[in-house]
């Protein structure tokens, strides 16, 4: 029955050599299981034994929650086959959920560290030095995704509203405020970026010869400069992580920090409350009475 599924795999639906191998790794270890533990098969599988099964993969075998889903994914590919060859009357995996998954902390790098490093003269004086401090300065305080910090043009820099404009996935447009502190630093370096190129460029953020940005350079910039930071990450997205959960730490609402950055969903938001959170249990675990008993 099982070599079946897997011809049927290989050949109706083209799957991979490793995309096979794992399928087969799974149901081989299923039906090992079944016989150790309840001296049966696959053809008498009930929903008892595969939640013996999930419990055994989590709990004995110590699993990741990813890999049981995946097994899980994979002996239920093989229960629908089967359903419809008629091996099967019906579905034991139908109620039952694999564990759910971890849900994995945005990595950032600590407010008062962010704040050193702008401050600090690590920065090469010129051009390339202005460049790069501008860069970590627009992540930090924007939020945005490196995508649109490399699309942004002059043109979406509006002086007078302190504002710029940005142009998110789906080609979606937002507006991001600016602080006063900011604007000025982008004026002197559009007057920088001048002297040095000889020409104006339409692009912000450039190379040293005035074409745009590589995703490569820019992460390149932000890895470097962040080196030594408490964060485990040294990504452009780690900046975004930071500005988005020291946003939060400082009380900013929720749904204005969607549209800040950018987000289709408040579900995509919500997982920096998590950081915030955890910052509030440590405080309060260093300063109640209770927890030092």
């Known amino acids: 029955m099982v070599e079946d599924f897997l011809e049927h795999l290989r050949y109706q639906k083209a799957y991979s050599p490793l995309t096979l191998k794992a399928y087969s790794r799974d149901l081989r270890e299923l039906t090992s299981f079944l016989e150790d533990e309840f001296e ?3 053809s008498d599988l009930t929903r008892e034994h595969l939640r ?9 075998k110590m699993l990741k929650p990813s890999s049981v889903a995946r097994k899980l994914a994979s002996a239920r590919s093989f229960f629908q086959y089967a359903l419809r060859k008629g091996l099967m009357r019906t579905d034991p995996s139908l109620g039952l959920k694999p564990p759910k998954a971890q849900v994995a902390l945005p990595k950032i790098v600590k407010e008062q560290e962010l704040l050193d490093l702008l401050a600090s003269e690590r920065f090469p004086d010129g051009w390339e030095g202005t460049r790069d401090r501008l860069i970590l300065e627009m992540f930090y305080q924007t939020g945005m995704r490196r995508a649109e910090l490399i699309g ?42 001048a ?24 992460y390149k910039v932000v890895n470097h400069y962040l080196q030594g930071t408490f964060s485990s990450q040294n990504s452009p997205h780690v900046l975004r992580h930071s500005f988005a959960t ?20 408040l579900a995509a938001t919500q997982v920096y409350t998590h950081n915030s959170l955890e910052k509030v249990k440590k405080a309060y675990e260093q300063a109640h009475p209770k927890s030092r008993k």
Request: glycine share 8%.
């Open 40 to 42: 049966t098969d696959l």
């Open 195 to 218: 002297d040095f190129l000889g020409a104006s460029s339409d692009h912000v953020f450039t190379g040293k010869r005035g074409g745009r940005m590589s995703p490569g350079l820019v």
């Open 246 to 265: 020291h946003m939060l730490d400082k009380g900013a609402d929720l749904n204005s920090l969607k549209e800040l950055l950018g987000h289709a969903s």
């Open 52 to 60: 013996s099964w999930l419990v055994f993969l989590t709990q004995e």
């Open 152 to 193: 942004l043009k002059w043109p979406d820099v509006f002086y007078s509203e302190s504002q710029i404009r940005v142009i998110g996935k789906r080609n979606k447009e937002r507006r991001i405020p600016l602080m006063p502190h900011l604007i000025r630093e982008l004026k002197e370096f559009k007057s920088i970026s």
